[in-house]
Nanobody
Framework: QVQLVESGGGLVQAGGSLRLSCVAS????????MGWYRQAPEKQRELVAR???????NYADSVKGRFTISRDNAKNTVYLQMNSLKPEDTAVYSC?????????WGQGTQVTVSS
């Protein structure tokens, strides 16, 4: 069974930075795209950033230029570096992975940005 475990969330002031990590564990044969999604209270979950096995990335317009997604394929880990954080970035951030032909989610990590 594949598991995704996130870490790195927390409370930060506006303008600050956080780095999220997501490690995929288990019997992993193929690890394609991985990404980060977020859901704020009373809002729908939205894509933040996504990265393919080969390193191709795409971002939500709201985070372009501030967030950077990267991955270490040898460690089955994806990162999200978040800079210049804004109060509107406050949400639960969840890791997603297309692994072994299936779609997996982490449990989520809270990011809170105070003004």
């Amino acid at each position: 069974q594949v598991q995704l475990v996130e870490s790195g969330g927390g409370l930060v002031q506006a303008g600050g930075s956080l780095r999220l990590s997501c490690v995929a564990s288990g019997r992993i044969f193929t690890n394609a795209a991985m990404g980060w999604y977020r859901q704020a209270p009373e809002k729908q979950r939205e894509l933040v950033a996504r990265i393919t096995f080969g390193g191709r990335t795409n971002y939500a317009d709201s985070v372009k230029g501030r967030f950077t997604i990267s991955r270490d394929n040898a460690k089955n880990t994806v990162y999200l570096q978040m800079n210049s954080l804004k109060p509107e970035d406050t949400a639960v951030y969840s890791c997603n992975g297309n692994i072994n032909g299936g779609n997996y989610w982490g449990q989520g990590t809270q990011v809170t940005v105070s003004s």
